[in-house]
């Protein structure tokens, strides 16, 4: 157990709905850290939060939004969702902002079926 | 920009045998290199890093990486493997870009290891 929980585990929608993935990072971790495992992409960087702020942006999609709450859990909100949109959506968390040689942790993942 | 390369899709090893899952990066600057496994429907599990100092990395569950600066590569090895270490093998480097990502992973493809009984 990576200590990264993700919330919910799989879940199924149809295309042009909007989901929100949650994630609670490891206890004492400010960087959140949002990845998309699909066949044909591999795993892709999304999004960086530290401490509530926006910190890097990778391969994310307009449609696509995050943010990061006092409490330092984060959402991944996903809109008008396209069937490409399919794929597996970790949440991963380090202590640091920019310490390079911190572990990044991940969780589970959220399974999302876009039918 | 940083990237890795995992030249194998597959590597197939007889149980008790030893295995090596390759990986060869390419970075500027100093690398900050990561090994983490998926075992089938779960999370990735971090394996072990190199950061800097010896350049025999040792890990979880008997894993072990060796970096070689002159060859760029940080291979994962395992003397003796099992039929529980079937999984599918990321290697990744850690983005020091201070233009755009900070810190983030980039993932190499990733190696499915088979091993048979």
């Known amino acids: 157990d990576s200590g990264v929980t993700q919330t919910p585990k799989h879940l199924i929608t149809a295309t042009g709905q909007r989901v929100t993935l949650r994630c609670s990072p490891r206890?004492?971790?400010?960087?959140v850290y949002w990845y998309q495992q699909s066949l044909d992409q591999g795993l892709q960087f999304l999004i960086q939060y530290y401490n509530g702020e926006e910190r890097a942006k990778g391969n994310i999609l307009e449609r696509f939004s995050a943010q990061q709450f006092p409490d330092l859990h984060s959402e991944l909100n996903l809109s008008s969702l396209e069937l490409g949109d399919s794929a597996l959506y970790f949440c991963?968390?380090?202590?640091?902002?920019?310490?390079?040689?911190?572990?990044?942790?991940f969780g589970e993942g959220s399974w999302l079926t876009v039918v | 920009a940083q990237s890795v390369a995992q030249p194998e899709d597959q590597v197939n090893v007889a149980e008790g045998n030893p295995l090596t899952v390759k990986c060869t990066y390419s970075?500027?600057?100093?690398?900050?290199l990561f090994w983490y496994v998926q075992y089938p429907n779960r999370g990735l599990q971090f394996l072990l890093k190199?950061?800097?100092?010896?350049?025999l990395v040792k890990g979880s569950y008997g894993f072990e990486a060796e970096f070689n600066k002159s060859q760029t590569s940080f291979h994962l090895k395992k003397p003796s493997a099992l039929v529980s270490d079937s999984a599918l093998y990321f290697c990744a480097v850690r983005d020091s870009y201070y233009g755009g990502s900070q810190g983030n992973l980039i993932f190499g493809k990733g190696t499915k290891l088979s091993v048979k009984p």
């Open positions: 991963a968390s380090s202590v640091e902002e920019t310490g390079f040689g911190n572990t990044i942790y």
């Open positions: 970075v500027s600057g100093n690398p900050y």
């Open positions: 190199y950061i800097t100092g010896d350049n």
């Open positions: 206890s004492g971790d400010l960087s």
